[in-house]
């Protein structure tokens, strides 16, 4: 019983330590050098939203329909950088919207630019109370 045990382990040492260095490598279904490559664009692009967003929240236009419906901008800037996914996709929509509405430096707030500015806010307003 003891041959057996020793013809039986030698092998099966000598093929773990076979496997283990001499044939493991990292293989990755997915090279490192494009999840980073996701990872960095992704990034960027939440940092362009949230640009978006705090440049629509400084406009006067928007600060003053703010205060106009009580909405207090300081924490409605710091909600901003908690924000992610759809909710600062859509935050970063309705600010791209009224960026572009009052670009040229616009004197004049329609009721369409309001409607914008307002929906931005209520967005806002939205994602800060479900925090």
């Known amino acids: 019983m003891r041959l057996v045990k020793q013809l039986l382990v030698l092998p099966l040492a000598l093929v773990m330590v076979v496997s ?18 996701a990872v960095t664009q992704h990034v960027a ?7 978006a967003v705090r440049d629509a929240l400084a406009r006067p236009e928007v600060r003053d329909v703010a205060s106009r419906m009580g909405v207090d901008l300081t924490r409605i800037d710091a ?28 004197s004049t707030v329609v009721i369409s630019t309001t409607t914008i500015i307002i929906a931005l806010l209520i967005v806002l307003i939205i994602v800060v109370a479900a925090n």
Do not use: K, Y
């Not at 759809?86 to 040229?104: C, E, F, R």
């Open 20 to 37: 283990t260095s001499a044939f493991a490598q990292q293989q990755h279904a997915v090279d490192p050098a494009a999840i980073a490559a």
């Open 79 to 106: 909600a901003v950088a908690t924000m992610s996914g759809a909710d600062l996709q859509q935050a970063a929509t309705a600010a791209q919207q009224v960026n572009s509405a009052l670009v040229g430096g616009a």
């Open 45 to 51: 692009s939440q940092d362009a939203d949230r640009a």
